[in-house]
T-cell receptor, first 111, second 113 residues
Framework: QKEVEQNSGPLSVPEGAIASLNCTYS??????FFWYRQYSGKSPELIMS????GDKEDGRFTAQLNKASQYVSLLIRDSQPSDSATYLC???????????FGKGTMLLVSP | EPEVTQTPSHQVTQMGQEVILRCVPI?????FYWYRQILGQKVEFLVS????????KSEIFDDQFSVERPDGSNFTLKIRSTKLEDSAMYFC???????????FGEGSRLTVL
């Protein structure tokens, strides 16, 4: 049974700070990793994808992947109140279409 | 910007009734999915659909569930005889390829009484 674990939070950060969100996964064959943002009562929205070890930056977001440690993280720089949401980590095996989601970490950015 | 649309946004039904949830995926996408999220729980995979057939399904997707693409645009999820535990938000999603970069619709909230 594939597991994706995230701290449920809430993670509270002040506006302008760096928010760090973490995720671990159980299945070593997982090949693709994703961060989705979900506002309360809304659907998941893709923020970042990462496929190889290291860092990937997109604007204020940086995804980090360490396959040896089975660990994925998302850094949000210059956090804004509009970033307040639940961040879902998801993993996928190569050749399959299924995403396995974590339960998500709630982020609260205070003005 | 193209988007996945779902109807209805909320449906209330009695236990044992059949429900059909409808989705219009993004037009150039080839892969279609249904996920569900019980209140306060994880987003869970139900089924994926490609080339007019199911490509993968989870243990949740039992004989009470079926999917269909009745025409070139709609993608439907049918629950034959609803149970209380089917109450959830059902998300349709689509993707261009198998990368895992899914675009989700706004969801259909199903309440079974």
């Amino acid at each position: 049974q594939k597991e994706v674990e995230q701290n449920s939070g809430p993670l509270s950060v002040p506006e302008g700070a760096i928010a760090s969100l973490n995720c671990t996964y159980s299945d070593r064959v997982s090949q693709s990793f994703f961060w989705y943002r979900q506002y309360s009562g809304k659907s998941p929205e893709l923020i970042m994808s990462i496929y190889s070890n290291g860092d990937k930056e997109d604007g204020r977001f940086t995804a980090q992947l360490n396959k040896a440690s089975q660990y994925v993280s998302l850094l949000i720089r210059d956090s804004q109140p509009s970033d307040s949401a639940t961040y879902l980590c998801a993993v996928k095996d190569s050749g399959y279409s299924t995403l396995t989601f974590g339960k998500g970490t709630m982020l609260l950015v205070s003005p | 910007e193209p988007e996945v649309t779902q109807t209805p946004s909320h449906q209330v039904t009695q236990m044992g009734q059949e429900v059909i949830l409808r989705c219009v995926p993004i037009s150039n996408h080839l892969y279609f999915y249904w996920y569900r999220q019980i209140l306060g729980q994880k987003v869970e995979f139900l089924v994926s659909f490609y080339n007019n057939e199911i490509s993968e399904k989870s243990e949740i997707f039992d004989d009470q569930f079926s999917v269909e693409r009745p025409d070139g645009s709609n993608f439907t999820l049918k629950i034959r005889s609803t149970k209380l535990e089917d109450s959830a938000m059902y998300f349709c999603a689509s993707s261009v390829s198998l990368t895992g970069e899914l675009f989700f619709g706004e969801g259909s909230r199903l309440t079974v009484l």
